[in-house]
């Protein structure tokens, strides 16, 4: 099977049957998102377990390719810390507009949407859940160092 094939199928089922997909309640934190230029929206929602997210749920219509981000993203994300978050959001972002280097092994899964880069119009929809999610963390309580 052809790498493009693969990536292809991993999108189908995702938006097929996205994971994570509902609303967590209750919730540490949520956040909407909207892409006029396609129509889609979601909402997330988070739980927190000290700086790490413990689970979370996304909602919403949208598009193939930003349900299926939405999905992957959540699979991708679930028990990492805000640190390890904004790492990964870095490589997902190369990825979808600057895909010139080898892409980072720990994307995993999320390597299934380097074909947007093709694609500019349909960056923002890939992008989306990644902006919600950010705007989510912001609105979570930050943990108190006590070092
Ligand atoms: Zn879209």
Same mark, same amino acid.
């Given at each position: 099977?052809?790498? @493009?094939?693969? $990536?292809?199928?991993?999108?189908?089922?995702?938006?097929r049957s996205p994971r994570n997909f509902? *609303?967590? /309640? #209750?919730?540490?934190? /949520?956040a909407a998102g909207h892409n006029p230029l396609c129509g889609d929206k979601l909402t997330l929602t988070?739980?927190?377990?000290?700086?790490r997210v413990e689970d979370l749920?996304?909602?919403g219509q949208g598009c193939a390719i930003s349900t299926a981000s939405a999905s992957l993203m959540t699979e991708a994300v @679930?028990?990492?810390?805000? /640190?390890?978050? %904004?790492?990964? $959001? &870095?490589?997902?972002?190369a990825l979808l507009t600057a895909p010139t280097g080898e892409p980072? #092994?720990?994307? &995993? @899964?999320?390597?299934?949407?380097?074909?947007?880069?093709?694609?500019? %119009? *349909?960056? @923002?929809?890939?992008?989306?859940?990644?902006?919600?999610?950010?705007?989510a963390l912001e609105r979570? #309580?930050?943990p108190v160092s006590t070092e």
């Open positions: 099977m052809h790498l @493009k094939e693969l $990536y292809r199928d991993v999108i189908l089922d995702h938006n509902g *609303r967590l /309640q #209750p919730a540490d934190a /949520q988070l739980r927190m377990q000290g700086d749920r996304f909602e @679930k028990g990492r810390s805000r /640190q390890e978050i %904004a790492r990964l $959001y &870095g490589e997902v972002h980072a #092994p720990e994307l &995993g @899964k999320l390597l299934a949407l380097a074909g947007v880069a093709e694609f500019p %119009a *349909r960056v @923002k929809c890939a992008s989306l859940c990644w902006h919600t999610l950010n705007a979570t #309580p930050t």
